[in-house]
Nanobody, 121 residues
Framework: QVQLVESGGGLVQAGGSLRLSCAASGSIFRFNTMGWYRQAPGKQRELVADITRGGTTNYADSVKGRFTISRDNAKNTVYLQMNNLKPEDTAVYYC???????????????WGQGTQVTVSS
C-alpha cells in the first residue's frame, strides 16, 4: 500500500553534513505526520524529528540547532538536513509516515527500510 524510499545516507567526518530524503508513494488518501527515527547498535529506536502536514516541527533535544526537517506535500517527500554531525549521530535512520489509506479508515504508521549514517571522528 505504501512504499517509503530513503536515500542520502553515507559516511562523513565529524562536522560534516548529509541530507536524507524519503519519498512516499502508494494508493493513499492522505499522508499525515512524517518523520525520521534512528537506531544505534544496542540502543532503542528514537525519534529524531517529525513534521506535520501543516509544517509544525518537533526535534529531539540532541539534534536541535543542527538538524532541519522539511517536507514537500506535492511530492510526498520528507527531508532531513543534518549539519555539524557528531560521531554519536551514527545510526540507521528510518523514515516514518502516518497515513490514511481511505477517507474513512484509521491512520497507521509505515516505515522505510533504513539508511546507514556513519560519522567518523
Amino acid at each position: 500500500q505504501v512504499q517509503l524510499v530513503e536515500s542520502g545516507g553515507g559516511l562523513v567526518q565529524a562536522g560534516g553534513s548529509l541530507r536524507l530524503s524519503c519519498a512516499a508513494s502508494g494508493s493513499i488518501f492522505r499522508f499525515n505526520t512524517m518523520g525520521w527515527y534512528r537506531q544505534a547498535p544496542g540502543k532503542q529506536r528514537e525519534l529524531v524529528a517529525d513534521i506535520t502536514r501543516g509544517g509544525t516541527t518537533n526535534y529531539a533535544d540532541s539534534v536541535k540547532g543542527r538538524f532541519t526537517i522539511s517536507r514537500d506535500n506535492a511530492k510526498n517527500t520528507v527531508y532531513l538536513q543534518m549539519n555539524n554531525l557528531k560521531p554519536e549521530d551514527t545510526a540507521v535512520y528510518y523514515c516514518n509516515c502516518n497515513a490514511n489509506v481511505k477517507p474513512w479508515s484509521s491512520s497507521r504508521d509505515y516505515w522505510g527500510q533504513g539508511t546507514q549514517v556513519t560519522v567518523s571522528s
